[in-house]
Each structure stands twice: as C-alpha cells, then as structure tokens.
C-alpha cells in the first residue's frame, strides 16, 4: 500500500486556500490546509475539507453523454463522438447564421487556464460572445472604482490599521470564508485595538451583532444612505480639505450636487434614523484613518455602480485613499492571452454591448438575446462549470432561452439542471484532478502559484481546458492546441505573461499612487466622471428625491445571503454538506409574520413581477421588518431566481437585482 501527501490549492470558491492532500493508493483519503498558507493559516472551510467526498461522489458523471434524438434520453458517447457531434453543430451554426452566433459560458469555478483555452478558442472560431461572472461578481466595483481611482488598481481596505471600519453589505466570517479570514481578523484585530466598528445591512449578521453601531437598512436603499453621509460631511466642513485641494477635482460640483441629499431625506428611504446617519458620518470623516469595506450586499442592486461611486468619493473627500488604514490601491498583476495570428477577421460587438458599453460581460441579459434574437439571433451555448438555470435571473424566461438554442453542451462535475437540458454534458474534474495557476486575484497582494494534478482524473473526466484542446483540434485549429499536459499549458500562459509561477506578493507602499498620481485622465481621483457621462450615465451619484416605492410589491426580496456548506448553486448533492442545511427556508421578521399570521416552519408564498415561489418560514428578529431573505442556488421549485427580473439590472455594469427586488409575502 503506497501513502504519500501532496501539496494544492482548492479551488472550489476563489479563496484559493493552501491544502495538503493525504494519499493511500492513488486516492485522496483527506485534506487539511496548509499551515504555510498566510491567508487560510492552516484551516479550509466545510466544502474544502469534504473535497474528498465532493470528488468521489457516486454521481460524478464520469462519461460523455449525448441525448438520443427519438426518446430525448442521454446516452453514453466517447469523447470522440461527443466531440465529432459539438464541432459539427458549431460548423452548422457558423455556416448559417455567423460565428457570433455561439456563446461560451463560464462560471466560477473556471480559472486562469480554462480561460486562456477558452479564449484563445472563441477568438479562432470568431465569436465576440464570451461571458463570465463579471456583471455579477464585481462588475459595478470595477467600473465605479475605475471611473474614480483610475486602473487597473484592485482597491482594498487596510483594515488592521484603521481607526474606524464601516462594514457595508458584506459578511466576511461566512462569505469565501478563508479570504475573508484575514478581513475577519483584521477587523478584530483594529476593533480591539480601539477602532469603532459598524455594520451596515438589512440582515443582523453576527459581525453586525457585535459592532458598536448597526446600521438596519432597508434593502436596496445603500445610494440614499452614502448620499446622506456625503451630504452631512460636506455641509459641516467634515472634509478633508488639503487632500481634496491636492488630489481630487469635481468636489465645487460634488458639494452643489450633494444638498438636497440630507440625511431626513435619506432616512425617509434608508429607514435608519437621521442622527444615526450623521453619527455615523462624523465617526467616519474624523476618525482618520478609516475604512469602508463593502461587498456583494450592495453590488446587486438597480444602482449598484452609483453605490459604489459614492462610497469611494465618501473614502476620497475624508483623504482615506492611499493612506494607511484607509483604502488601498495595488497595481494589478496582468495576464496576457494566448496568441492568435493578426489576420483574423474583426470580431463583432457582443450581445451585451449596445446595452453595457462598459462591461466585460453581461449575462444576465443572455436569454433575453436569445428570445429576441437582439442585436442578432444566438444558436449555441457552451457551458464550462456554470450552471445558468439556477443562477440567472428570471428562470422561466432562461427555460425558454435554452429551449431555443440549437445546441446546448455543459461540462461539469454533476449532472445540474442546466446538464438536463442540455445536448451533450461532459464529465469534469474537480481541482485535486487538474493543474492550475492561482493569481490570486481576490487577495490584496495577488501572489502567483501553481499546481499540477494531485491524482488522475475519474473515469473520464477531463479539465476544460483539455476538452476545449479537443474542440480546437477537430475544429481545424490544431497549432493553437498543442497542449499534451498541464505542466505545457501552465508553462505557455507563463511564458506569455513572464512570470516564472512563483511570483511573490505585489508590496503595497502608502502614498504611492498619492505620489504619482492616479491613472484617470486627469491623474486625480474624479469625484466628477467625464467618462461616465459622456456614455450618458451621471457623473455624479445621483438618486431620485421621490425614491420609487413599489405600489404593487411592498416587501422587499433578498436572495444570495450565504451559507459556508454551499458554493453558489453546488454541493446540496453531497449528503454530509446538505446535512447541515437539508432545505432553503425564507427569513422573514417577526413583525410581518405576525401581520400576515404564520409561524416558523409554515409555508409562505412569496410573488415578484416576475414569478412565485413558496418557502418555509424562519421567522427572526434579525432581520429588517419589511424584508425577506431566501438563499440563492437551490434547484427546481426553491431556486431564488423564479423571482428575480432579468430586464431590470444596475444600467451602468449590467448586475442583476438579486438583491432589492419588491415582493409580497403572503401564508400559503
Ligand atoms: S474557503 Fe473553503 S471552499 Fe473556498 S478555497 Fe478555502 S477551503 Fe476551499
């Protein structure tokens, strides 16, 4: 009997925690983490540790299957026909209606070397239409702090030597638990040392339990808040003056801008009284430095990237930025994609664009393209570790989008309920079955690491990159794919990138950017955004006086809050992870469960704009009076999306609402 242990990094949230795998006779028997790794210092979360149990699942897929055309039932195929029947469609869908016309999807679970096959490959093939979870995952941020700090700089708050911390919408013990581990504790560790804490969200998470203030917010309102802050440290000369004056222009028009926004008006939105507001405004504007960390509690809302614009203009007008215990701002560590040869035909704009100039991706807007066949009809979708139907917004319609597609492949661990629908899914490999190069491009400092296989893939399965070398090949584009074994195409993207693999951490020096000015095309910080408005989006975070209240859906709907057994849509097969949470249950306060007369563990109907799901009740007082909170990623009836409308995303970075859309809670 062989024993031997391994070092790697899992990889099934972007924590990315250092992980030491136990082997007897080519099997992983357990995992720890890895005691080296200074972000997850030696500890991996629920789903990390059960890793073993994720890979040796008994419903792995394990071959290709291929739905039979006469009974609609999957049958199993070699890689080889799975392969001949893709390539033949995609050729089809080509031929007929253009190369734009086919889709690739990834989800979160895809990394650096599946992007770079994957790209590399829609280009070749010459579709535009490549999407991701950007719009989703950190959309709104990147264009609201690009438009204010400049980029590509990845923003983060030195929280340990901060003086005053306003956590916003965001829950770092639970959320990617080990990334945030070292948030958690800097936190702790500033809060200990005397730093004031408050805790911003419509949830009383137990961070907010534990903060000196507790901001109870009503969902969705975030902007109206930020605007009252700014309001009440403007009006009373709270500002930074000498860091305004020397490093930011647009504040004449900031302060003009910001004085109908005072914090009466936002409290009639925000329902946080006025004097707590500008409590919170004066803690935060003079107990320099300080720090505002914010997460996806405010990126999914309809004005999730004027949010996050005026929280940045909050951390620049009180001269946080680029100062030690402030804000923080860390030159990105660039990629470069693999090469393709310059003749290639132009691409054309992706089914996004013409509504999302600025975003990467959009994909939310997906099966409204398909349907409407707007700007041009959309034929195949390829899925690599996603799984749209349970995570788009607007299930019904993402059905019927799917329903349309000529050809629909997914490849994944387990057979999802977008893997139903599908035509051919492929069998995937989790991370102990695949290399990988980790940027690290969720922690500060973005150090670079890789990792081959720890064991040999099950049955079939084959890394994505492996399976898009295939599709390539069989394509006609075999130069590109020349890939034998992860080492070859982790040592390609390096050589492309010129990097060695062992990239130590980018050192962040306070005052250097101050120093050197900031990359907008001024070189300040732009409270003021001639790029937003030129594209026609206010230059100034804006909000309605007369905030509109929904008539017809007076409750607000939260969906998304985590829990550390699940990753997004994954893991409710694995029985020891589903122990814990065995089905999805609606939090709903005391207060409207008493008005409309049910009791914890009584079914409630909950009605959007857009669809009607039903829920066991939790009832609870942490939560804000008029809110109800499902979790995201459950299948079939539960799935959190039913509710959600696809049409109505933040206008500037196409994020969905997942998190402040009206509702009506009702017993069933
Ligand atoms: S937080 Fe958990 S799932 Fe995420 S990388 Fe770490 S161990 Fe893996």
């Not at 949230?13 to 200074?38: N, Y």
């Not at 890689?79 to 001949?84: R, Y």
């Not at 990617?176 to 800097?186: M, P, Q, S, Y």
């Not at 977008?418 to 491009?441: N, R, W």
Request: glycine share 6%; aromatic share 8%; hydrophobic share 40%.
């Amino acid at each position: 009997m062989s024993h031997d242990t391994a070092w790697t990094f899992c990889q099934i949230c972007r924590a990315e925690c250092g992980m030491i795998a136990d082997l007897k006779d080519g099997r992983v028997v357990t995992v720890e983490g890895d005691p080296e790794d200074q972000w997850s210092r030696g500890k991996l979360c629920v789903k990390g540790r059960n890793s073993p149990r994720i890979m040796y699942a008994k419903d792995r897929l394990r071959y290709p299957l291929l739905r039979k055309r006469r009974t609609g039932e999957f049958q199993r195929a070699s890689w080889e026909e799975a392969i001949d029947f893709i390539a033949t469609r995609i050729e089809a869908t080509k031929e007929r209606y253009g190369p734009q016309a086919l889709v690739f999807y990834e989800g979160t679970t895809a990394r650096v070397l599946d992007e770079m096959v994957l790209r590399r490959l829609a280009r070749l093939i010459g579709t535009p239409n490549v999407t991701r979870t950007w719009s989703v995952c950190v959309g709104p941020k990147i264009v609201a702090y690009g438009n204010t700090f400049g980029r590509p700089l990845m923003p983060w708050c030195d929280l340990k030597n901060t003086r005053y911390i306003i956590l916003w919408g965001a829950n770092p013990p639970v959320t990617h638990f080990h990334r945030h581990l070292g948030i958690t504790a800097d936190i702790m560790a500033a809060w200990k040392k005397g730093a004031k804490l408050v805790v911003v969200d419509p949830r009383l998470t137990p961070m907010a339990a534990k903060a000196n203030s507790y901001l109870q917010i009503r969902p969705g309102t975030d902007l109206a808040l930020a605007l009252g802050m700014i309001h009440h440290i403007i009006l009373n000369d709270l500002h930074d003056e000498d860091f305004v004056a020397a490093h930011t222009i647009g504040f004449d028009e900031l302060a003009e801008h910001i004085t109908p926004y005072t914090p009466q008006w936002a409290e009639r939105i925000t329902d946080i009284p006025a004097d707590s507001i500008e409590q919170v405004a004066e803690g935060f504007a003079l107990s320099r430095p300080a720090s505002l960390e914010r997460r996806q509690g405010v990126q999914h809302s309809a004005r999730a990237t004027q949010t996050l614009r005026a929280m940045a203009i909050l951390m620049a007008i009180t001269g946080n930025v680029d100062v030690k215990g402030g804000l923080m701002l860390t030159p990105y560590r660039p990629l470069r994609s693999l090469p393709v040869p310059d003749e290639l035909p132009r691409l054309s704009r992706s089914f996004w664009h013409d509504h999302f100039p600025l975003a990467k991706d959009a994909s939310a807007l997906l099966p409204e393209a398909i349907l409407n066949e707007t700007p041009y009809p959309l034929h195949g979708l390829i899925v690599i570790e996603g799984n749209p139907l349970s995570c788009f917004p607007n299930t019904r319609k993402v059905r019927r989008a799917l329903a349309k597609l000529d050809l629909v492949v997914v490849h994944d661990l387990f057979m999802n309920d977008t893997a139903q629908l599908a035509d051919v899914v492929l069998p995937a490999c989790t991370f102990l079955e695949k290399g990988e190069i980790s940027v690290q491009s969720l922690r500060q400092d973005h150090p670079v690491r890789t990792r081959l296989p720890v064991v040999e893939p099950l049955g079939e399965a084959l890394p994505e990159w492996k399976f898009l070398c295939l599709l390539g090949r069989k394509l006609g584009y075999g130069e590109y794919f020349p890939f034998a074994g992860d080492q070859e195409l982790i040592d390609a993207v390096l050589e492309r990138a010129g990097w060695t693999g062992h990239e130590a951490a980018v050192a962040t020096t306070p005052g250097r950017v101050l120093e050197t000015g900031f990359t907008t095309a001024s070189g300040k910080i732009e409270l003021y955004s001639r790029p937003l408005q030129e594209l026609g989006h206010d230059p100034l975070p804006t909000a309605p006086m007369d905030w509109p209240d929904d008539i017809a859906y007076p409750q607000y709907l939260i969906t998304g809050a985590r829990v550390p057994h699940f990753y997004h849509s994954q893991h409710r097969n694995i029985p020891t992870l589903r122990k814990a949470h065995p089905l999805p249950l609606a939090e709903l306060s005391q207060v409207r469960a008493s008005e409309i007369g049910v009791a914890d563990g009584e079914e409630v109907t909950i009605k959007t704009r857009v669809g009607t799901a039903v829920f066991k009740a939790k009832v609870t007082e942490a939560i804000h009076p008029g809110t109800v909170s499902i979790p995201h990623g459950w299948a079939g009836e539960h799935n959190a999306n039913w509710l959600i409308d696809d049409l109505c995303c933040d206008p500037v970075a196409g994020a969905p609402r997942y998190r402040d859309m009206g509702c009506v809670v009702e017993k069933l």
